[in-house]
């Protein structure tokens, strides 16, 4: 799998530096307030566990799925499932977590679910923003890093539901993605065909 990676963007220490600072902003802000933190699925799941590790006040956890990808890198439709249930989400302050700021469908398609559910406050974090790429406005309150108009892989980020297990991130070798797109190709055919 490593050396389907071209480059290294952030490596687990630049990695680890960034969480840290992001933490404590988010410890500031929320400090002295209930909150929940909301990983949306399924791409924050690693940083989302490694920032709410380091936010050292109380919180409570929970999970959405959103996918906006299919099996490449250009965005499809928004899906968003799993939302919690409404005693979850009415009158409590929420902070979104998410992989990535892209497009920020995501991101500006949640939060209107969270406010409309009733929420009190609705905040956002994402690991990586890429600010260059934005379709609708929308800022994230906190970000780890700014990365510029790259596909990017590793540390939550897939491509074709590869990669993401990678420790820090990186953007893959052409050969390599070129190869993983036809196997996920190969694959979605087989199973039309016996379905
Ligand atoms: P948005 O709704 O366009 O902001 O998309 C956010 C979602 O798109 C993320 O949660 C990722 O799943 C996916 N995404 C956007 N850019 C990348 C990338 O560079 N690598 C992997 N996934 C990406
Ligand atoms: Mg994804």
Do not use: W
Not at 18 to 32: K, M, P, S
Not at 146 to 156: H, K, Y
């Amino acid at each position: 799998m490593h050396n389907d990676v071209e480059r290294v963007l952030l490596d687990e220490e630049a990695i680890r530096a960034g969480i840290d600072r992001v933490a404590e902003e988010v410890t500031t802000a929320f400090n002295g307030l209930d909150f929940t933190v909301v990983s949306i699925l399924k791409g924050s799941c690693i940083f989302a566990s490694d920032l709410i590790r380091r936010i050292p006040i109380p919180l409570e956890l929970a999970f959405v799925s959103a996918s906006s990808y299919g099996d490449g890198t250009e965005a499809g439709k928004l899906k968003v499932n799993f939302l919690p249930a409404g005693n979850e989400i009415e009158g409590r302050n929420i902070l979104l977590v998410d992989d990535i700021l892209d497009t920020g469908r995501t991101m500006h398609t949640l939060k209107d679910e969270f406010t409309s559910r009733g929420a009190a406050i609705v905040k956002s974090c994402v690991f990586l923003d890429k600010p260059s790429r934005r379709a609708v406005e929308f800022n994230a309150d906190f970000r780890a890093f700014e990365v510029e108009d790259l596909f990017v892989v590793g540390f939550g980020l897939d491509f074709a539901g590869r990669y993401r297990n990678l420790p820090y991130v990186g953007v893959l070798q052409p050969e390599a993605q070129e190869r993983v797109a036809r196997s996920a190709e190969e694959a979605r055919i087989a199973q039309s065909a016996s379905a």
